[in-house]
């Protein structure tokens, strides 16, 4: 099936719309081929702010209406004590609010950007996409993430080549809990290296304590700033360590 073969047979479509590569390429071609589309994006504690912004500017770039829904995911403490299903329970809560919202405004097709490279064992939050029968039309087209990128800048998408990011809670070691207070931590520690030229990097935190793991080809970046770095970060964690064994 192709993706338009797929908007013919599903002309009325809501997007779960995050502002990453692949469900920016999702919400193009539902523009694109659907008779008629509406983008969600659930501001919750685990999104950083750069990422709202950017979905803001894709949905302006591709004039179609975005619904912003605040959702406080924390309140759940099947994702707030951070089990090794947490994402199961956190796409199930933010899938839910979509829905509801589509719902509401007349949407009963739900779609998500999951892709053909995604490996379901290593994602329990596509079980609840099957739980609540969510549509994954790039994955159902085979579309993997090197054709998503390539077609995304081809369709002049700013987002072709946005590094992978996942959410804020990832941050945090399985079974410590998550507070607003670690995932502020994070964000900020994270922007501040992203401001110092930083691209596909985390900061890892343990009872306190950050990890860097960051892309070879930026170590020298990393041994220039080291002071700098260490002055920043250690304003929100015990100690900072880098993870030799390098992002790849």
Request: hydrophobic share 40%; charged share 25%; with cysteine.
């Amino acid at each position: 099936m192709t993706l338009e073969e797929f908007f013919t047979l599903h002309p009325r479509v809501a997007v779960a719309f995050s502002g990453g590569v692949d469900s920016a390429f999702l919400l193009y071609a539902a523009q694109k081929y659907a008779k008629e589309v509406s983008a969600y994006y659930v501001k919750s504690q685990f999104q950083p702010q750069f990422e709202l912004e950017d979905a803001v500017q894709l949905s302006k770039q591709l004039q179609v209406k975005l619904n912003i829904l605040s959702l406080d995911i924390l309140a759940d403490t099947c994702v707030s004590e951070n089990p090794p299903d947490r994402c199961y329970h956190c796409k199930k809560q933010i899938f839910s609010a979509i829905i509801k919202a589509a719902a509401a405004d007349g949407f009963t097709v739900l779609l998500d950007g999951t892709n053909a490279s995604d490996n379901a064992q290593d994602r329990p939050g596509m079980r609840a996409l099957k739980e609540l029968s969510i549509y994954s039309p790039l994955r159902e087209c085979a579309l993997t993430k090197t054709q998503i990128r390539t077609l995304s800048k081809e369709a002049n998408l700013f987002t072709w080549d946005k590094p992978a990011y996942a959410c804020l809670a990832t941050r945090i070691i399985t079974g410590e809990t998550i507070t607003q207070e670690k995932l502020s931590a994070t964000e900020t520690a994270e922007d501040y290296l992203f401001s110092l030229g930083f691209t596909d990097f985390r900061i890892r935190s343990q009872d306190g304590h950050a990890r860097l793991q960051i892309l070879e080809k930026q170590l020298e970046l990393l041994i220039k700033h080291r002071e700098d770095i260490l002055t920043a970060l250690k304003q929100y964690y015990k100690t900072v360590s880098l993870d030799l064994e390098v992002r790849r």
